[in-house]
T-cell receptor, first 115, second 111 residues
Framework: DTGVSQDPRHKITKRGQNVTFRCDPI?????LYWYRQTLGQGPEFLTY????????KSRLLSDRFSAERPKGSFSTLEIQRTEQGDSAMYLC?????????????FGPGTRLTVL | GQSLEQPSEVTAVEGAIVQINCTYQ??????LSWYQQHDGGAPTFLSY????GLEETGRFSSFLSRSDSYGYLLLQELQMKDSASYFC????????????FGTGTRLLVSP
């Protein structure tokens, strides 16, 4: 399978704990995005990378959230001191620079439940 | 900022045609995309319109009117497997790289 993969698929944690999610994009894709989705809503943008550079961060991304893409390949999203409001599906997507429409390919997501 | 409005739910029967509308407000416009998401699944790209008019991809077509800030997704010959949520999205942000999604339309197809 050469699609976007995410790990873990599900994470249950207690409030106040730290969690880290991993995303492996499609191999030739240089852009990587993180979104958060809650039930009944569309995905909300969190941040995106072009290669290893983090080019934009949403105001949704509080100082408890940090994302990295150290070698321009996989990316990690860490949430520190989790809160119940962080419970959501965290989606990763990737795309490649090209002329014309830029299609984002989404991974299956990591569902976070904070107890 | 950007906002996109869609109907929350649409119901139809197998074999029918359904239209899902999307109206948007953006500070800059760089195309309207449509994504499909089955329950528990990832959003998957369906269609994209940068210019006014109709784009056809098999049973799915998408239309855009930039002067009206309006678009729609047309699904023909509905099948049970088309039951899913459908999101319109616009590109925004630095370099117009991020997608801003609507709240989605849940399509229920019945036999």
């Amino acid at each position: 399978d050469t699609g976007v993969s995410q790990d873990p698929r599900h994470k249950i944690t207690k409030r106040g704990q730290n969690v880290t999610f991993r995303c492996d994009p499609i191999s030739e894709h240089n852009r990587l995005y993180w979104y958060r989705q809650t039930l009944g809503q569309g995905p909300e943008f969190l941040t995106y990378f072009q290669n290893e550079a983090q080019l934009e961060k949403s105001r949704l991304l509080s100082d408890r959230f940090s994302a990295e893409r150290p070698k321009g390949s996989f990316s990690t999203l860490e949430i520190q001191r989790t809160e119940q409001g962080d419970s959501a599906m965290y989606l990763c997507a990737s795309s490649i620079d090209r002329r014309g429409p830029i299609t984002q390919y989404f991974g299956p997501g990591t569902r976070l439940t904070v107890l | 900022g950007q906002s996109l409005e869609q109907p929350s739910e649409v119901t139809a029967v197998e074999g029918a045609i359904v239209q899902i509308n999307c109206t948007y407000q953006t500070s800059g416009f760089y195309g309207l995309s449509w994504y499909q998401q089955h329950d528990g699944g990832a959003p998957t790209f369906l269609s994209y319109n940068a210019l006014d008019g109709l784009e056809e991809t098999g049973r799915f077509s998408s239309f855009l009117s930039r002067s009206d800030s309006y678009g729609y997704l047309l699904l023909q010959e509905l099948q049970m497997k088309d039951s899913a949520s459908y999101f319109c999205a616009v590109r925004s942000g630095t370099g117009f790289q991020k997608l801003v999604f609507g709240t989605g339309t849940r399509l229920l197809v019945s036999p």
